[in-house]
């Protein structure tokens, strides 16, 4: 599992709320049984809907951050979402929230998601359509140094970013507990008896 | 018309209240450890499985040469990517040839239980799961999609994963999980005629939006929600991802234990008062805290509709179409125009009598006994109106095979709709069965989501009776003249 610990790009502005994981990666596109190969659909039907679509945009091109509004990656819980924003390119994306199950998923894949406040995101999507705006995330500060030098903190659960940051897999964790995990199990299937 | 109280509570007090709601009490019963600043190692009951989130997981393991933990705690079968004609075994799409084929192996390789193509038990995975009894009262449940909160049904805590938690819990039979914030939704009143349990569900999201329950539990509660069947209930459930909740349960009852009882993985005889026993423990105290609480009113509620591309744009179909004038908040203002535009409906138009050129039936909302039902009472001695293509789609072989024995299948063949094979078919257009672009189709399926139907195509979400309706006039149409009165 990569973890990035800084990363420095411009960003590609996506002005829309609520992007739901079937605009991500349309399930016609989750018939593989690998993580790879998703990254030529994302955001495919809005792609071709549009062609001012900020990923058909010549200037957004290269860009590895995502700046979005609320409830970013709402809906089904396909993990493919995020395997289609890595698959792109893509290493982080700000927003102003983020769905639940979406943030699960990618926090297992250590792609990053911020947090920040609204008026700095609205900022971002207005001053980043100029496809130069350029964001740094640190992890370990947990800041974010905006184009014009400004630093703001966000706040990241201290679990996950002990685990990104090291590249800790969930499964070496739990087993860590396998013993425990084993009588837990036990005395529950005795108490249904 | 829904009314809401919306109280939000400070921060939860119920580390100086011992009294408990039911997500805490399933919650303290499956923590196996948790170290200060950690996430808790919760202990997974039940993981059910699907083709299409779980070969990853697989593979994770077996790289890392690790078995399956707990074999016997897994139920799999195939739904998503499998076609629903006849001659299905017959997998033409050679992707979803191999997933399926994939899962079999798996399955077979781990001694998993698979419900396989005419196993007798074959089914969209949430129709499957409480029809085996497996998902039962104070559980842990989950599977690798979003629809897992259909099993709250049962007073179980449900929730969807992503592939790699569905790996983790076959390695360890256990998840790392952060508890959920909670919020208590009361359903008052009684259901109108021509009004079910997925009306109610739309006036919730219709309430409070896609992100309004982002981070909780609901527990539904109500003289409504007691009044309703387990498969109403589940309808309800099944929904709770649309308005961002993380799961949705309902505390367990007769109704519950009288579904379970005699099932294949029910507890049996023997040790069956006292499974019911246990079971009656998880429900909330009274005085129970929540973090928000909600009042739903019924008894003013009309068939609804969703009129955009997201559950919460959703409005009583005997409404118009909102204008984006309608709202004050200029990010819902935008995403009104950008629905209505790819919808293709006008502001201020009536929402009833809206073209609709498919329609179908079907789904882990909408896709049970009861659901088919209600379509055939309105369809029976009826027909399709002749420009709607309407598939008909038991959840389940078990559900299928009742249809039969109950002849709903005639009825909905000699009205002019098709009746289908066992999947998920045209709820997210993933398999065969897709609405064509431009196409509108009235479906009682979950998302409306643009092109989730397949590309280009409009979704309508209603209820199997509204659905029934709409397809025989060829428009959107609310059910309640085609239904006997009261």
């Known amino acids: 599992m990569k973890a990035y610990k800084t990363i420095k790009s411009k960003v590609m502005p996506l002005p829309l709320k609520d992007v739901d994981t079937d605009m991500i990666i349309p399930a016609q596109f989750m018939t593989s049984i690998s993580r790879d190969g998703y990254g030529e659909n994302l955001f495919v039907r809005l792609r071709q809907a549009d062609p001012q679509f900020p990923s058909n945009q010549e200037k957004y091109k290269g860009a590895e951050i995502i700046v979005a509004d609320h409830n970013f990656g709402c809906g089904s819980s396909r993990e493919h979402a995020v395997w289609a924003l890595d698959g792109a390119g893509f290493k982080a994306v700000v927003a102003k929230s983020f769905a639940d199950i979406f943030a699960g998923n990618s926090a297992k894949n250590g792609f990053l998601l911020v947090v920040l406040p609204e008026e700095i995101i609205d900022r971002i999507l207005l001053e980043g359509r100029s496809g130069s705006y350029e964001l740094s995330i640190d992890l370990e500060k947990q800041t974010v140094r905006l184009a014009d030098g400004t630093e703001v903190s966000f706040e990241y659960n201290p679990f996950r970013k002990h685990c990104l940051l090291n590249g800790l897999d969930d499964i070496d964790y739990i087993l860590s507990f396998k013993d425990e995990i084993k009588a837990f199990k036990d005395k529950s299937a005795l108490t249904q008896k | ?486």
């Open chain 2, 1 to 486: 018309m829904a009314n809401t109280d919306t109280q939000k509570k400070s921060s939860k007090e119920s580390s100086k209240n011992s009294a408990l709601n039911i997500i805490d009490k399933i919650w303290n019963a499956h923590v196996v450890k948790q170290l200060e600043g950690h996430p808790a190692v919760l202990s997974i009951d039940l993981m059910l499985i699907h083709e299409v989130t779980s070969a990853q997981a697989f593979q994770t393991i077996d790289q890392k040469g690790l078995k399956v933990f707990a074999p016997s705690a897994l139920l799999a079968t195939i739904d998503h990517s499998i076609p629903t004609r006849k001659n299905r075994h017959e997998i033409f799409d050679e992707a979803a040839r191999v997933q399926v084929e994939t899962l079999r192996q798996n399955c077979k390789n781990h001694g998993i239980a698979f419900m396989d193509f005419d196993s007798g038990n074959q089914g969209i995975v949430h129709v499957v799961g409480p029809e085996l009894g497996a998902t039962q009262p104070g559980m842990t449940v989950v599977c690798g999609d979003s629809h897992t909160s259909t099993h709250g049904a049962f007073g179980a805590l449900a929730f969807g994963i992503g592939t790699s938690e569905v790996g983790h819990v076959l390695a360890t039979g256990c998840l790392l999980q952060e508890k959920p914030k909670t919020m208590k939704v009361e359903f008052k009143g009684n259901f109108k005629i021509g009004v079910y349990a997925k009306d109610a569900i739309l006036a919730l999201i219709g309430e409070i939006g896609i992100g309004g329950a982002t981070g909780h539990v609901i527990e539904y509660t109500g003289d409504a929600i007691r009044a309703m069947s387990m498969e109403e209930r589940m309808t309800v459930c099944n929904m709770s991802i649309e308005c961002g909740a993380r799961a949705g349960l309902i505390a367990p009852d007769e109704k519950a234990y009288s579904y379970i009882k005699g099932r294949r993985y029910a507890p049996v005889a023997s040790i069956w008062d006292k499974a019911v026993e246990r079971w009656n423990s998880f429900k909330s105290d009274a005085g129970a805290c929540y973090d928000q609480n909600l009042t739903i009113d019924l008894d003013n509620l009309g068939p609804m509709i969703t009129w955009g591309t997201n559950p919460g744009q959703a409005a009583q179909l005997s409404q118009a179409v909102p204008s984006p004038s309608d709202f004050s908040d200029p990010a819902k203002k935008v995403a009104t125009e950008k629905a209505l535009d790819y919808v293709g409906l006008e502001a201020g138009a009536q929402l009833t009598g809206t073209p609709v050129d498919w329609a179908f039936v079907g789904s882990c909302t909408n896709g049970r006994i009861e659901d088919l039902r209600i379509a055939a009472g309105i369809l029976k001695g009826r027909k399709v109106n002749p420009n709607v293509t309407f598939y008909v789609v038991p959840g389940s072989e078990v559900v299928m095979a009742q249809a039969q024995k109950e002849g709903l299948d005639v009825i909905f063949t000699e009205a002019g709709a098709q009746f289908r094979m066992p999947g998920c078919s045209l709820c997210l257009g993933m398999n065969d069965d897709k609405v064509p672009a431009g196409k509108r189709c009235v479906s009682s399926s979950n998302r409306n989501f643009m092109g989730r139907q397949g590309p280009g195509s409009v979704t309508h979400l209603a209820s199997p009776a509204t659905v029934a309706a709409s397809a025989i006039e060829g428009k959107l149409t609310s059910p309640v003249d085609y239904l006997p009165k009261a």
